[in-house]
């Protein structure tokens, strides 16, 4: 990894440090962000105008399913100008008052964009509850054909964000936005159709309701997972044990404490371990080897390795219990 550089320093205890770092500075990871910003330019114009349409044809035919649809359309719009922002953010360098750059604002994106859904929730659901008191009457046609046209603009714009949603929940949190919005409208074209074929008006109110559940649901994820990034937890997809049984599988490793394993934003985390190693400093070879092992086998960009002799006057911080081999 391009940026690496390890060094050992005698401290006046007699402990033997070595630091193995990963800065910013290679980006030929195979798991390194994509670049979105089209596939944002296009999915934010393309639903903008369909909010303005769907909003517009809701008032018309008086449908709360499709000012429901609309209002989520219209968070969504802004969930994708924030999830934008946070990506383009996470793209600038490190500077010498943010050392790792600004990757974590694709965290605070992600979970600005579940609380905004949330919102949105509870201004539909309110809406609806009324509206179920006294359905208003609603034109059937309008709103099968408005709605219909949102199935393909959603179904579109959530196609531009697929291949990114599994590495990144800022991704992710644009995909399932639109993947939901897609599904809401065929619920509301029919809710047309039902109410074409029944001439019931508490149909219209009804399916708003389920709208609230289906955003409910696709918002849930999001918002734990982002909270969760936000308080530096170990992301979900490292596996803590398996990153220590690694460490202390290396040759001389005799015990790892001080682990810690943290997201820097949601595509990269960062490491820092303090190795026993009685025989003494391993050389830069070993650093080097161990840190292209952990991004190759858990997409662990940053490490610092801190190397200890272990003659009992081991540093003591917060972190995880050590571990003997």
């Known amino acids: 990894m ?15 440090h070595g630091h193995a770092h990963g800065h910013g500075h290679h980006h030929g990871h195979s798991h390194a962000p994509a670049d979105f910003g089209r596939a944002f330019a296009i999915g934010t114009a393309l639903n903008i105008g369909f909010v303005l349409i769907e909003g517009g044809a809701g008032l018309w035919t008086g449908s709360m399913a499709l000012l429901a649809d609309a209002g989520h359309n219209l968070s969504d719009v802004l969930g994708l100008l924030i999830a934008w922002v946070g990506a383009e953010l996470g793209k600038r360098p490190a500077t010498r ?69 599994e590495h990144d929940i800022n991704i992710r949190g644009a995909y399932l936005h639109m993947a939901a919005d897609a599904a809401v409208s ?31 649901v696709g918002t849930w994820g999001l918002l734990r997972e982002s909270l969760t990034m936000v308080l530096q937890a170990v992301p979900d997809r490292i596996d803590l044990e398996a990153v220590e049984t690694t460490l202390l599988g290396q040759p001389g490793v005799t015990r790892v404490h001080d682990l810690h394993v943290w997201p820097m934003s949601t595509t990269e985390a960062a490491l820092t371990a303090h190795l026993v190693m009685p025989a003494g400093h391993p050389g830069d070879a070993f650093l080097m080897d161990l840190q292209q092992r952990l991004a190759q086998d858990f997409r662990i960009d940053h490490c610092t390795i801190q190397i200890e002799l272990g003659d009992g006057a081991e540093c003591r911080m917060h972190g995880t219990g ?4």
């Open 186 to 216: 065929v619920a509301v074209v029919l809710a047309g159709a039902l109410i074409w074929w029944t001439g019931l008006r508490w149909i219209d109110p009804a399916i708003s309701l389920l709208v609230v559940l289906v955003i409910l």
């Open 2 to 16: 391009s940026g690496d550089h390890s060094h050992a320093r005698h401290h006046g205890h007699g402990h033997d």
């Open 97 to 165: 008052r943010f050392t790792y750059g600004l990757g974590a604002s694709s965290i605070l994106a992600a979970l600005a964009n579940a609380l905004l859904l949330l919102l949105a929730v509870g201004a539909i659901l309110l809406e609806a509850i009324q509206r179920l008191a006294d359905p208003p009457a609603v034109a059937p046609m309008p709103v099968m054909l408005v709605a219909g046209t949102g199935i393909l603009v959603n179904l579109g714009t959530a196609l531009l964000f697929a291949r990114g949603r």
């Open 322 to 325: 050590g571990r003997h081999g």
